[in-house]
Antibody, heavy 117, light 112 residues
């Protein structure tokens, strides 16, 4: 069974940092590109970042570029999102998702990041 | 970025009746390779999004055949032939022809 378990969400002050993790299982991690998508509670979805299978190609949405860093450890079947200089508008549930071709076919359960003083 | 506009935003439906959701894009979603990367997701209350349809009309694994997708260019539709109680939730379209992928605002389906 495909599973992706996101963790690391927390309450953090503006300007603070956080590292999200996503542990994947039930599939060959290296066969897929991976994505982070966020959702403000009660609102819509926003694509945040994606990384290809070997980590050589990365994309960031403009609002997080320069502050967030996506990475993966294929030996551990894990995806990460390092978030620095956090802002109130980064408050959201962060989902990791599996990429196939040009869409996503499975999403993890999400982890809540709250940026507030 | 490509703007995706869904309608309606709220969709009350009687059990057993059909439902239809529209999704329009601000630009053509036909990729240079000839494919159209338009995806539909379902998000049930308290759950993560689930893939329903990819490339306009291809159902994801395990998706019931009462869900169907159609459309071309900038105009797309998700249809549910006979709504069941488990279909309650929010439905999103997403384009991934042009980067970054962008989502519609969501359509909340509820039972009358």
């Amino acid at each position: 069974e495909v599973q992706m378990v996101a963790s690391g969400g927390d309450l953090v002050q503006p300007g603070g940092s956080l590292r999200l993790s996503c542990a994947a299982s039930g599939f060959t991690f290296t066969d897929y590109w991976m994505i982070w998508v966020r959702q403000v509670p009660g609102k819509g979805l926003e694509w945040v970042s994606n990384m290809d299978r070997d980590g050589s190609d990365k994309y960031y949405v403009a609002s997080v570029r320069g502050r967030f860093t996506i990475s993966r450890d294929n030996a551990k079947s894990s995806l990460y999102l390092e978030m620095n200089n956090l802002r109130a508008e980064d408050t959201a549930v962060y989902y990791c998702a599996r990429g196939v071709n040009r869409w996503t076919d499975y999403w993890g359960q999400g982890t809540l990041v709250t940026v507030s003083s | 970025d490509v703007v995706m506009t869904q309608s309606p935003l709220s969709l009350p439906v009687t059990l057993g009746q059909a439902a239809s959701i529209s999704c329009r894009s601000s630009q053509s979603l036909v990729h240079s390779d000839g494919n159209t990367f338009l995806t539909w997701f379902q998000q049930r209350p308290g759950q993560s999004p689930r893939l329903l349809i990819h490339k306009v009309s291809n159902r994801g694994s395990g998706v019931p055949d009462r869900f169907s997708g159609s459309g071309s260019g900038t105009d797309f539709t998700l249809k549910i032939s006979r709504v069941e109680a488990e279909d309650v939730g929010v439905y999103y379209c997403m384009q991934s022809t042009k980067w970054p992928p962008t989502f519609g605002q969501g359509t909340k389906l509820e039972i009358k």
